[in-house]
């Protein structure tokens, strides 16, 4: 069974800096997914990046970047220049097959002014 | 553009009374549908996932049902609630094909309060 670990039950970071949230999985197989996802106040679940295992290269959105560590089981995300509108829950989350998502338990993170 | 709607927003039900949750998936077809389930303070438990109308695969036994009468609307029921249902649930649909098929949108959700 694939399990997803959320080491850090809540982070803060000044507005402006440089936090990074962590995330292991746990899995046998060599071809899967991997995903952050955000969760503001609002509780609507937004994509924020995703990973394909094949891929080498780490994934980059805008502030968003993840470090991909395949054989480590690792994938954390790092969200530079923070700002107020970061403040949610995060969640890690894994796919092998299309239809059985993982979700780790999610990582609070405020930022403060 | 796609868009996902879920209704209602917020319910507060009594114990042993039957619940009806709807989704709504727009501007895709065919596409894969699925509910989970959050508790306050935790992740994600994926309840139904549905591959085309009519189709349902149930991940964890309990007092709930999952149906998909048409290609984008998708409804979670109950008979009787428990106070255990209270929660959080998301719908979330994932596109048949395309560069992103591997990843799931999800709808605003529902508040669910069981008293």
């Known amino acids: 069974a694939q399990t997803v670990t959320q080491s850090q039950p809540e982070m803060s970071v000044q507005e402006a800096e440089t936090v990074t949230l962590s995330c292991t999985y746990d899995?046998?197989?060599?071809?899967?997914?991997l995903f952050w996802y955000k969760q503001p106040p609002s509780r609507q679940m937004i994509l924020v990046i995703r990973?394909?295992?094949?891929?080498?290269q780490n994934a980059t959105e805008n502030r968003f970047s993840v470090n991909f560590q395949k054989a480590a089981k690792s994938f954390s995300l790092k969200i530079s220049d923070s700002q107020l509108g970061d403040t949610a829950m995060y969640f890690c989350?894994?796919?092998?097959?299309?239809?059985?998502?993982?979700f780790g338990a999610g990582t609070r993170l405020t930022v403060k002014p | 553009s796609q868009t996902i709607h879920q209704w209602p927003a917020t319910l507060v039900q009594p114990v042993g009374s039957p619940l009806s949750l709807e989704c709504t998936v727009e501007?895709?077809?065919?596409?894969?549908l699925y509910w989970y389930r959050q508790a306050a303070g935790r992740g994600l438990q994926l309840l139904f996932y549905?591959?085309?109308?009519?189709?349902i695969s149930s991940e964890v036994p309990q007092n709930l049902s999952a149906s998909r009468p048409q290609d984008r609307q998708f409804i979670l029921s109950s008979k009787k609630l428990l106070l255990s249902d209270s929660g959080f649930y998301l719908c979330?649909?994932?596109?048949?094909?395309?560069?992103?098929?591997?990843?799931?949108?999800f709808g605003p959700g529902t508040r669910l309060l069981v008293l």
């Open positions: 989350a894994f796919m092998k097959q299309p239809n059985d998502m993982r």
């Open positions: 979330a649909w994932r596109p048949y094909t395309g560069t992103t098929q591997e990843t799931q949108y």
């Open positions: 501007g895709t077809s065919n596409p894969n």
């Open positions: 899995t046998s197989e060599s071809n899967y997914y």
């Open positions: 990973q394909e295992a094949y891929k080498q």
């Open positions: 549905s591959v085309g109308i009519g189709q």
